[in-house]
């Protein structure tokens, strides 16, 4: 099921995967939030969509979110 979210906690570094990741957490409900991370392509195509000059601006920022058996996805951004 498609869902509006919200990005919150947007962050870039290796964390523990040791490449180069995004990683945010998107907020679908008050009870309902999920960890995203991406690398390689899938990271170049989000900030590319994006069209923003830092992360920081991905903050707070609404997207789309595929929900599907207990998992939660980002799908891309929601036009507002």
């Known amino acids: 099921m498609r869902q509006l979210a919200i990005m919150r906690g947007v962050n870039f570094g290796l964390r523990d995967v040791g490449t180069p990741v995004l990683?945010?957490?998107?907020?679908?409900?008050?009870?309902?939030?999920?960890?995203?991370?991406?690398?390689?392509?899938?990271?170049?195509?989000?900030?590319?969509?994006?069209?923003?000059?830092?992360?920081?601006?991905?903050?707070?920022?609404?997207?789309?979110v595929e929900r599907d058996a207990g998992m939660i996805a980002f799908k891309g951004f929601a036009k507002i």
């Open 23 to 64: 990683w945010f957490t998107v907020h679908v409900s008050e009870g309902s939030a999920a960890l995203q991370v991406l690398a390689d392509e899938e990271m170049k195509t989000l900030l590319k969509n994006a069209g923003c000059y830092s992360i920081t601006e991905l903050e707070g920022k609404a997207c789309w």
